[in-house]
Nanobody, 114 residues
Framework: QVQVVESGGGLVQPGGSLRLSCAAS????????MGWYRQAPGMQRVRVAR???????SYADSVKGRFNISRDNAKNMVYLQMTSLKPEDTAVYYC????????WGQGTQVIVSS
């Protein structure tokens, strides 16, 4: 399992950018496929991006071409670079292991609004 702490959220105007960070603790970080998830008010949590230990990435259609997930295995860090943000990207963003999920962190709030 991993334990995670997310950061980097905030208020941004439509069209703007944000970079989210996820600090993960636990052993064998490279064995974890890491994912970024989001939960909008009244909605279920959904995964928006994932990355394997070797850097293979995949995205939900809703964010493809706008979000980029990356990781630094030496630092046990996962990042989500978000560009061209839309109001519908407003949500609490979480990271977790996809293949060996641990407890959910507090998440980081992203609000896209003018």
């Amino acid at each position: 399992q991993v334990q995670v702490v997310e950061s980097g959220g905030g208020l941004v105007q439509p069209g703007g950018s944000l970079r989210l960070s996820c600090a993960a603790s636990g052993s064998s970080f490279m064995l974890h496929v890491m994912g970024w998830y989001r939960q909008a008010p009244g909605m279920q949590r959904v995964r928006v991006a994932r990355i394997t230990g070797y850097g293979v990435k995949s995205y939900a259609d809703s964010v493809k071409g706008r979000f980029n997930i990356s990781r630094d295995n030496a630092k046990n860090m996962v990042y989500l670079q978000m560009t061209s943000l839309k109001p519908e990207d407003t949500a609490v963003y979480y990271c977790n292991s996809v293949n060996r999920p641990g407890p959910w962190g507090q998440g980081t709030q992203v609000i896209v609004s003018s």
